[in-house]
């Protein structure tokens, strides 16, 4: 069974930076998969912020965070990676990580996830 958990959220200033972390279990049953951040504010829709495809390590961001954010995987921790720096008072959200096992490029839209975590709160004070 896919499973993912999100941790590492919490209050930072504006301009400061969070390291969230999403450990990723029963990913071996599928030869590849990609690995996307996505975050949702208070009445908004959620949105994409990131994705990892798990093979290569390749990497795709949304423009909001492109040059601020980083993602990463530790293959052997199972754990993907979400760096965020230069962070911003928008950048309030809860961020999930989603998990994709048919790997059709980098995808963007919720529907193509197959498997999310719970969610963690990231709050950027002014």
């Known amino acids: 069974q896919v499973q993912l958990a999100e941790s590492g959220g919490g209050l930072v200033q504006a301009g400061g930076s969070l390291r969230l972390s999403c450990a990723v279990s029963?990913?071996?049953?599928?030869?590849?998969?990609?690995v996307a951040w996505f975050r949702q504010a208070p009445g908004k829709d959620r949105e994409f912020v990131a994705v990892?495809?798990?093979?290569?390590?390749?990497?795709s961001y949304a423009d909001s965070v492109k040059g601020r954010f980083t993602i990463s995987r530790d293959d052997a921790e199972n754990t993907v990676y979400l760096e965020m720096n230069s962070v911003k008072p928008e950048d309030t959200s809860v961020y999930y990580c989603?998990?994709?096992?048919?790997?059709?490029?980098?995808?963007?839209?919720?529907?193509?996830?197959?498997?999310w975590g719970q969610g963690t709160q990231v709050t950027v004070s002014s």
């Open positions: 029963g990913r071996s049953r599928f030869t590849n998969v990609n």
């Open positions: 990892i495809r798990w093979q290569y390590g390749t990497t």
């Open positions: 989603a998990l994709d096992r048919h790997v059709l490029g980098f995808p963007t839209r919720i529907q193509e996830y197959d498997y």
